[in-house]
């Protein structure tokens, strides 16, 4: 006679293999009704009754009726049309596609969700770092074939909200992207425009007619597509502001104009009297026209690629290390910290959502203004001694 078994343990029974098997109800089939049997395997009765105890108790975490029907590749693809696309900015939608459909579905796509594993991650990341990125022109060798730190967590950042959201509706029970090792951010040396090129720089960009957009760049450090994106009407000339609103990029060819990255970037800048007389001055050029620093060529927006291949000449010209367009941002932040701007009223003029992040950006800037302040307070004991 078999023996009885205890309420909870589901039906267990000895095969004959000489294994233990312990079946049990995961669900019934919502189409059809019927009862979804699984079962668990275990050379003692004692083993398989653990196993049971504990898929049982799975059971009522997962939603048994769906855990088998996603691969990664098909739930990501309704996890990006449901729950991030309608949230993305125009631009973001870019970079999730090509992590998607580049990156993820070619890689992992094809495994079943719930079988995903952190080591299966794990080497995903590995790879993408050593040749993960995608050959697009077969006339350009790629002088480097692995993807960026910064991209490489990024593709982390979409995977983890992906299967954070598969957990929420109960198709996995935890998150197999938790338990990856990310490779660490490096710290570049940040790159600012020295001060001794600030007066050639706007000095030839003045010879280009062109003076008012770099000037206020220098003077406020808006982002490139902030400052393209102005209007006339955001110049408060009365009170010496203008207002930060919109931002313009390329996306897909066009120029798309669109909501500052972050609430934070909505803002209005101060700017000096001087800076108001430049837009004055630019403005009587093109009276007619809406846009504070339209094209010289066209007279429409500025294109922020034509721009910024303009910034480049300017360097050229004045025989300057090359920097990026971004670094003239840089080289306000550097420039207004060493000048006694504090860290608060920089960080809301830059647009950061919050100043421990523009101090930790810019530790080099407060790194000298500590060595300063220690200079300083030495001298005054001195002269007391």
């Known amino acids: 006679m078999g023996k009885k078994r205890a309420n909870g343990e589901g039906n267990i029974r000895k095969r004959k293999d000489g294994r233990w098997e312990g079946r049990y109800t995961a669900g019934y089939d919502p189409k059809t009704g019927k ?17 049971l105890k504990k898929a ?36 973001t939608k870019d970079y999730y596609l090509n992590y998607i459909n580049n990156h993820i579905i070619p890689c992992i796509g094809k495994i079943p969700l719930d079988k995903l594993a952190t080591i299966d991650i794990q080497k995903f990341y590995n790879a993408l770092q ?10 350009v060798e790629l002088k480097d074939k692995g993807l960026s730190v910064r991209v490489v967590r990024g593709i982390h950042a979409l995977l ?22 990310l490779p660490k951010i490096e710290k570049k ?66 120029l798309i104009v669109s909501q500052p990255k972050t609430q934070n970037s909505v803002r209005t800048l101060a700017i000096s009297q001087q800076a108001v007389g430049l837009l004055i001055e630019e403005h009587r050029k093109h009276p007619g026209n809406p846009y504070m620093f339209p094209s010289p ?19 050229k010209a004045i025989c300057a290390e090359h920097i990026r367009f971004h ?3 840089h080289t ?53 001694m």
Not at 63 to 74: L, Q
Not at 305 to 314: A, G, L, Q, Y
Request: charged share 30%.
């Open 35 to 51: 009862r979804l049997t699984k079962n668990v395997l275990g050379k003692t009765r004692a083993e398989v009754k653990e196993k």
């Open 56 to 91: 049982l108790e799975d059971c009522q975490r997962l939603d048994m009726t769906r855990v088998k029907t996603y691969t990664v590749e098909s739930w990501i693809k309704v996890w990006y049309a449901v729950y991030a696309e309608p949230r993305l900015r125009e631009k």
């Open 130 to 139: 050593k040749n993960g990125r995608v050959q697009r022109y077969k006339h």
């Open 160 to 181: 983890n909200n992906c299967l954070e959201q598969a957990m929420a509706e109960r198709l996995i029970l935890i998150n197999p992207a938790k338990g990856c090792k």
């Open 189 to 254: 040396e940040m790159k600012i425009l020295p001060q001794e090129k600030i007066g050639p720089y706007l000095a030839e960009a003045e010879r280009r007619g062109l003076l008012a957009v770099y000037y206020l760049e220098l003077t406020t450090g808006l982002r490139r597509g902030e400052l393209l994106a102005l209007l006339w009407t955001d110049l408060d000339m009365e009170n010496k502001t203008i207002s930060v609103t919109k931002q313009v990029n390329r996306i897909k060819g066009e």
């Open 297 to 315: 060529k066209t007279g429409t927006m500025f294109d922020p690629d034509s721009f910024r291949h303009t910034h480049e000449k300017i360097l």
């Open 327 to 329: 670094d003239l941002r």
């Open 332 to 384: 306000f932040a550097t420039l207004s910290l060493k000048n006694g701007v504090d860290v608060k009223t920089l960080s809301s003029a830059l647009g950061h959502y919050s100043a421990g992040f523009t101090l930790t950006t810019y530790t080099h800037a407060t790194a000298e203004m500590k060595r300063d302040a220690a200079d300083t307070i030495g001298s005054v004991i001195n002269r007391a």
